[in-house]
């Protein structure tokens, strides 16, 4: 049990994987783009990291606002899509791997006996409750984002970082905390905010 909770502490890592030379570019508005198995997974993705970055100063747009909802993106879209949003810099993440484990712990039946009165060793004078207490499963995703930052410009990739969050209850919290990650990686790296 107490492995489980110091794993559930893990911060999310963060590797740089590629900086181009003289990336000393700065962004002043981004377009986010996420890549993910369903709709609803893209565009939350893409809304949190968007908020995210718009939190350290710099503006972004998720990209779905401009692409639609579906998962498969042609780069004819993603370059209209980043004019229509007046954005200077692509920020593609994409999730690239996600673990999950579940823990079962079988489920048990309880006795409670509650005397009513009477001599205490007499078994018959005692009421007697069942309580059936259910399996509890737990489940750990590890999620691993990708995320490369491109130049509208130029149409060069910038940045690269992969992110690693690990032991999350929920696909939700994981995609928080990836966001989290990447947005402040970008402002570490200085190329937003």
Sequence with gaps: MLLLAACAQQPTQVVKLYESEGADRHFDTLLV???????STR??????????????GANSVAGHTHTGPGTTLLQSAINEAASQAGA?????SHI??????MDVEAGRTEVYAECRGG????????DYEELQVPDTVRVAHTVVVISNLYDVQ????VWTIQSTCFNKSTMNEALVD???AIARQLMI???VG
């Design 189 to 191: 790296d200085d190329l």
């Design 178 to 180: 990836e966001a989290e």
């Design 33 to 39: 783009i996420g890549i993910a198995d369903d709709p």
């Design 119 to 126: 001599d205490p060793a007499d078994y018959f004078l005692y």
């Design 154 to 157: 130029s149409g060069e990739r």
């Design 96 to 101: 690239a791997s996600v673990d999950t484990q």
């Design 43 to 56: 565009r939350n993705l893409e809304d949190m990291v968007a908020a995210g970055i718009k939190d350290r």
């Design 88 to 92: 200077d810099g692509i920020l593609v």
